[in-house]
């Protein structure tokens, strides 16, 4: 197997941190995304969507959604249990890990991408060029202050995002709370239960890599 | 158990068709999201999110989001299984049925919520207004034709879209290209790979539901 990282970017470190609490050991390639070697050959051929994390899986297939690479990881390395044990806890975690990367992650992305001046012409990740949209950044901005509210108020009613167990949710999780530091998005002051799971989340050696 | 579907939309079909392939029988709660029942109470206290699918679990649970619905009924009822079977399997139709979304289903809705009017100021699903963004329904446009070019470059690679196994993702891609019709997006004359695909999902009785 093979890890394609990008040591600075929120996506690839969701796999960094799920191998880690995995207790696994995969070879990683790293992949610097500020000179644009994501655009170009070799990874270009590994990965035509031009992004990271891939996976290189033991088949020599390579794996570019992080959703995908999460499940092939759990049924290698069932222990720990990372994306629930129990049918209910199994469609909690693919809930919340769907709906943080869909309600925070494309949000933040929309918010970043849509008016810095790095990403002109690069309003979305992939092969083709795409015009900033600004009102598209400023509502990927609400969008994201939302989602931080929905995550107070879930993380008011249990632990953890998926229930009273650590699972992949809150290892995606994380890594867009963290992104939002990209757009200047803090957690706001008033959202204690997102500071009290955030504070314990960070404090994981995997958060650390 | 209990389904809220609403029988014309595109994501509620998506979990009809995959109860109807796992030989389930489970109550259904028919939501008229024409007459704007999804954003009042009861629903509304059901799903704050004011989207279909919901089901409502064994336990009591309101699952929203497709993955987690699918996921749930794959745990209590595994076979025919349709979110794979050997790890490479389960993460490839976790791939598919990702991307499908993403760059399909996201990029059709873009295309019809930021211009049509009966969507005016109601720009993305959930409890918040969000104003068209015009810009952006064009981009959605585009990004829907070059994600059906995507699925016919792999459709000329496999039968189906994880593999040579009927699966998930399948289902939620024939909901997703049916989609397109509301855009105006018919597959491509030279699509022939996606087409002869679209035939063959297209006369399962799962798809007529």
């Known amino acids: 197997m093979k890890f394609y990282d990008c040591q600075f970017a929120p996506s690839p470190r969701r796999v960094r941190m799920f191998i880690a609490e995995k207790g696994l050991?995969?070879?990683?390639?790293?992949?610097?995304?500020?000179?644009?070697?994501?655009?170009?050959?070799?990874?270009?051929?590994?990965?035509?969507?031009?992004?990271?994390?891939?996976?290189?899986?033991?088949?020599?297939?390579?794996?570019?959604?992080?959703?995908?690479?999460?499940?092939?990881?759990?049924?290698?390395?069932?222990?720990?249990?990372?994306?629930?044990?129990?049918?209910?806890?199994?469609?909690?975690?693919?809930?919340?890990?769907?709906?943080?990367?869909?309600?925070?992650?494309?949000?933040?992305?929309?918010?970043?991408?849509?008016?810095?001046?790095?990403?002109k012409d690069r309003a979305t990740t992939g092969p083709e060029n795409f015009a900033q949209i600004p009102d598209l950044a400023a509502r990927g901005r609400r969008r994201a202050e939302l989602f931080f509210k929905t995550l107070d108020d879930r993380l008011g009613e249990s632990r953890y995002l998926a229930g009273d167990f650590f699972s992949a949710a809150d290892i995606s999780t994380l890594a867009v709370v963290d992104f939002g530091a990209w757009i200047k998005l803090e957690i706001p002051e008033g959202h204690?239960?997102?500071?009290?799971?955030?504070?314990?989340?960070?404090?994981?050696?995997?958060?650390?890599?």
Chains 1, 2 share one sequence.
């Open 25 to 119: 050991d995969i070879p990683v390639v790293e992949i610097d995304l500020r000179s644009g070697e994501h655009m170009k050959d070799p990874f270009r051929t590994i990965n035509p969507q031009c992004t990271v994390p891939v996976l290189e899986t033991k088949e020599g297939h390579h794996l570019t959604e992080t959703v995908a690479i999460y499940r092939y990881l759990e049924e290698l390395q069932p222990n720990p249990p990372l994306l629930g044990s129990t049918p209910l806890e199994k469609a909690l975690v693919a809930e919340w890990d769907h709906r943080t990367e869909v309600e925070g992650f494309y949000a933040i992305a929309e918010a970043l991408r849509n008016t810095a001046k790095g990403f």
């Open 192 to 209: 204690k239960n997102l500071k009290r799971w955030h504070d314990e989340l960070s404090a994981r050696p995997s958060a650390k890599l």
